[in-house]
Every structure is written in structure tokens, then in C-alpha cells.
């Protein structure tokens, strides 16, 4: 019987330290801000994406907020604009995983800049760009961002099977930064 009772507390000991990790394990870093919903990001296309890839201007124009940050409580919202010509876009093209760097500016006057890589994903019938990348400068400067950018495939997807054009996008967006 004791032999059994010493065999259950080793094991309930080992799991115990699988479950919260072992002494001096590296802890994941601290959460500098999240912006939840009704966090949105409007991408527009001009000409409208068709499935003959061509000179596009790309607008982007996010918003952030609510946001909460525990390091800058000040920080409760923010925004990107950016805008560009990008050469040979389609619709089969926006499909793309590729790199942005982007700008946020916080309702505090402070800045972010992001360089970030990208992946796009149809997941069922919504567009998923997901966004990892890292503060190069300004507010935040070091810490790891994710975004998750999700909004209806359908247009893209009838674009790509030839069926219509892709003039604009409206996604929902969630974003944490994180320190490292």
C-alpha cells in the first residue's frame, strides 16, 4: 500500500511539473497591448482586382480599438493608413503570403512602426491574413506583433474563378504586441 501511495504522489509530482513547467523555464513574454473588436481594417483596390493581375493602388485603412494595454494605459486606440502601387496584382496574387511594414499611430500622439510578414488563408468562407512581425521603433520598439485580419472570401473567390472583380475588402482585426 505505501508503495503505491509513493508511486501516485511521483506521478502526480511529474505531471505537476509537465503542466506548469519546470523551474526556471522561460516565461512567454508580457502583453504590451490588445485591440479587440470593432477593430476593422478597409482594403481598397483601384482599379478593382481582376484575375488578370495589373497595376493596382492598394489603400489600407485600419482601426484600432478597443485597446487595452497594462505597460501604457493611455494607449485605448489606433490607426493605419497606408497606400501604394503595387505592379501585377490580381485576384489570384492577393492570395499571396508577402511582407508589409506599416505605421500605427495611438490615440496619444505616440507611433508604432511594424515590419511584418504575412500569410492569407481561405478558411470556409472567410479571407484570414494573418500578420507576425515585430515594433522596429516608436511605441512598444522590440516587441513581437499578431494580427489576425478575418472577413468574407466570397468576392475574392468569385474573382478568382473569373466570375467578378474585388474592389474593396472589410475585415474584422484583432492585434496583440507583445515584449519579448
Do not use: H
Not at 5 to 32: F, Q
Amino acid at each position: 500500500m505505501i508503495t503505491s501511495l509513493r508511486t501516485a504522489a511521483a506521478v502526480v509530482c511529474a505531471l505537476a511539473l509537465l503542466v506548469s513547467g519546470a523551474a526556471g523555464t522561460a516565461s512567454a513574454g508580457v502583453l504590451d497591448v490588445t485591440c479587440t473588436a470593432p477593430s476593422s481594417q478597409n482594403d481598397t483596390f483601384t482599379p478593382p482586382l481582376t484575375l488578370a493581375p495589373q497595376n493596382v493602388t492598394v489603400g489600407i485603412k485600419a482601426q484600432y480599438g478597443p485597446c487595452v494595454s497594462l505597460s501604457n494605459p493611455a494607449v485605448t486606440s489606433g490607426s493605419t493608413t497606408v497606400s501604394a502601387l503595387v505592379p501585377g496584382l490580381g485576384c489570384l496574387e492577393l492570395l499571396n503570403s508577402g511582407s508589409l511594414t506599416f505605421t500605427i499611430v495611438w490615440n496619444t500622439g505616440q507611433t508604432s512602426t511594424i515590419s511584418s510578414n504575412y500569410t492569407v488563408d481561405i478558411v470556409g468562407a472567410a479571407l484570414v491574413v494573418t500578420r507576425t512581425g515585430t515594433v522596429t521603433s516608436g511605441l512598444f520598439a522590440g516587441s513581437a506583433v499578431l494580427q489576425v485580419i478575418t472577413g468574407p472570401a466570397v468576392d475574392v473567390l468569385l474573382c478568382t474563378a473569373g466570375l467578378g472583380t474585388v474592389s474593396s475588402t472589410y475585415s474584422a482585426v484583432t492585434m496583440e504586441i507583445t515584449s519579448l
